[in-house]
């Protein structure tokens, strides 16, 4: 059994910053990609940040200077640290890990950012 428990998010104004955190729990190894998405209301989901083996990471072009993701292996924890946040960054934010093939979800949560 898996279990993929997010915290954080909330009501922020532009400019402020909030911090994401994924933790996955279970019985299986050491997770090598970990991932943040979102979803904004009447759009597809997007990958925001990634991370992988050897701590290579990815960004979406809108995040890029203002997001970082990072991880705790040991604990399979990962987590976003968001700044300079803006009204367009209001979304559900998912995180997301891969393990043998398979797509595991965090419940997701709401990150509103007000002008």
């Known amino acids: 059994q898996v279990q993929v428990v997010e915290s954080g998010g909330g009501l922020v104004q532009a400019g402020g910053s909030l911090r994401l955190s994924c933790t996955a729990g279970?019985?299986?190894?050491?997770?090598?990609?970990m991932g943040w998405y979102r979803q904004a209301p009447g759009k597809q989901r997007e990958l925001v940040a990634g991370?992988?083996?050897?701590?290579?990471?990815n960004y979406a072009d809108s995040v890029k200077g203002r997001f970082t993701i990072s991880r705790d292996i040991a604990r399979n924890r990962w987590n976003l640290q968001m700044n300079t946040l803006k009204p367009e960054d209001t979304a559900v934010y998912y995180c997301?890990?891969?393990?043998?093939?398979?797509?595991?979800w965090g419940q997701g949560t709401q990150v509103t950012v007000s002008s």
């Open positions: 991370i992988r083996s050897g701590g290579r990471t």
């Open positions: 997301n890990f891969k393990y043998y093939g398979l797509d595991y």
């Open positions: 279970g019985t299986f190894g050491s997770i090598d990609d």
